[in-house]
């Protein structure tokens, strides 16, 4: 069994997502964004009411079959606010 990794780094502008996923189910997730990047509507909607952006996060998703670059200011957001409320 190999435990390369697999790369999956979704960046747009001022945001990354990327994640790193190996054979044996094990993985890890790094999130980045600027000053700028966290005054970005997307993100602050992600930040502020998770669910509304998550709703349209998963409509893109669920038409285009895949996350694309729109995406990525609010899944960061909604990731961001999630574990700043759980510290």
């Known amino acids: 069994m190999s435990l390369s990794p697999d790369v999956i780094n979704l ?4 945001w990354t997502l990327v994640l790193t996923t190996r054979s044996n189910g094990s993985g890890d997730a790094k999130i980045t964004w600027d000053a700028t990047g966290q005054h970005e509507a997307e993100f602050h909607a ?3 009411s998770p669910a509304a952006a998550l709703e349209v996060v998963l409509g893109r998703l669920d038409k285009n079959g895949a996350l694309s670059m729109p995406d990525v200011p609010a899944l960061v957001g909604v990731l961001t606010g ?3 409320r759980r510290g």
């Open 11 to 14: 960046s747009g502008g001022s």
């Open 46 to 48: 992600g930040f502020t």
């Open 82 to 84: 999630y574990f700043q």
